[in-house]
């Protein structure tokens, strides 16, 4: 059974950068797409392809239209981890962020950017 378990969340100034990882046990992530989600406060969370996705190729990624240019998705196939390099964060961005594959969820990590 596939599970992932986020990190890398904290707080952060605008400005500032963190790194998200996901890690996975029970499947190999090669053979998946995987999607980065977000839930801002009060806020459902993000549908479709969520805020950044990657093809199980690595030949498609997609990014939503906030956060072009700043964000970054990878996956490191030796570790079966995938993360979501964030940079220039401001505090749009605070939200429990989750990885998703196939029809597994994470149970999110937590970016707050405030001064």
């Known amino acids: 059974q596939l599970q992932l378990v986020e990190s890398g969340g904290g707080l952060v100034q605008p400005g500032g950068s963190l790194r998200l990882s996901c890690v996975a046990s029970g499947r190999n992530l090669d053979d998946y797409d995987i999607g980065w989600f977000r839930r801002a406060p009060g806020k459902e969370r993000e549908r479709g392809e969520g805020?950044?996705?990657?093809?199980?190729?690595?030949?498609?990624?997609f990014y939503t239209d906030s956060v072009k240019g700043r964000f970054t998705i990878s996956r490191d196939a030796d570790k079966n981890m995938v993360y979501l390099q964030m940079t220039s964060l401001i505090p749009e961005d605070t939200a429990v962020y989750y990885c998703?594959?196939?029809?597994?969820w994470g149970q999110g990590t937590q970016v707050t950017v405030s001064s």
């Open positions: 805020v950044s996705c990657i093809s199980s190729d690595d030949d498609y990624t």
């Open positions: 998703k594959v196939s029809d597994s």
